[in-house]
């Protein structure tokens, strides 16, 4: 089974701060997820990647296969950032496997 | 759009009662997962299926059945609630194997 593990488990920042969250596995894989869980619960998906880099907005998300490394940034945060941010990868057709998560509190 | 349609939001039961978790999607999405979250643990899976008529155990099944009559219901049902079983439930949907769509969960207290 893959392990997947997210640092930090959490993190302040001021806002417009850039902030990157890590995401290491142990398997190789054929896609890895981003999401964000807000205070009121919902879990909703940021970016599926299988390689290099996506961009929404002042997200990024990139994934260094090799080294079974990827990493999401924000850049300019905002309180409203302020969420859990969860790493889940996959093997093929394989359930998804979660990281703990990243608590985010940007500070206005 | 409707998206995944959770019920209920909250639940209150005792050990010892059953019950049954409603999920439904209006995405037409062949696979359907219920995932419980815990406090300091990630996600865990209970029980998917890929498909009507299909279901399969994930990582933490004991305790939960699951039924798929349908591509858009996936119930999930708690036998006899232990304390064990408080937590968050969430329900998602997708086309592949790669959730992408989860409900808004249901908070479930066991006394």
């Known amino acids: 089974k893959n392990e997947v593990e997210q640092s930090p488990q959490n993190l302040t920042a001021q806002e417009g701060e850039f902030i990157t969250i890590n995401c290491s596995y142990s398997v190789g894989i054929s896609a890895l997820h981003w999401l964000q869980q807000h205070p009121g619960g919902g879990i909703v998906s940021l970016f599926m990647l299988s390689s290099g880099k996506k961009k929404h907005g002042r997200l990024i998300a990139t994934i260094n296969i090799q080294e079974k490394h990827s990493s999401l940034h924000i850049t300019a945060s905002h309180p409203r950032d302020s969420a859990v941010y969860i790493c889940?990868?996959?093997?093929?057709?394989?359930?998804?496997?979660f990281g703990k998560g990243t608590r985010l509190s940007v500070i206005a | 759009n409707a998206g995944v349609t959770q019920t209920p939001k909250f639940q209150v039961l005792k050990t010892g009662q059953s019950m049954t978790l409603q999920c439904a999607q209006d995405?037409?999405?062949?696979?359907m997962s219920w995932y419980r979250q815990d406090p300091g643990m990630g996600l865990r899976l209970i029980h998917y299926s890929v498909g009507a008529g299909i279901t399969d155990q994930g990582e933490v099944p004991n305790g939960y059945n699951v039924s798929r009559s349908t591509t858009e219901d996936f119930p999930l049902r708690l036998l006899s609630a232990a304390p064990s079983q408080t937590s968050v439930y969430f329900c998602?949907?997708?086309?592949?194997?790669?959730?992408?769509?989860f409900g808004d969960g249901t908070r479930l207290s066991i006394l």
């Open positions: 998602a949907s997708s086309p592949t194997s790669q959730p992408q769509h």
């Open positions: 889940a990868v996959s093997s093929g057709n394989t359930p998804l496997v």
């Open positions: 995405m037409n999405h062949e696979y």
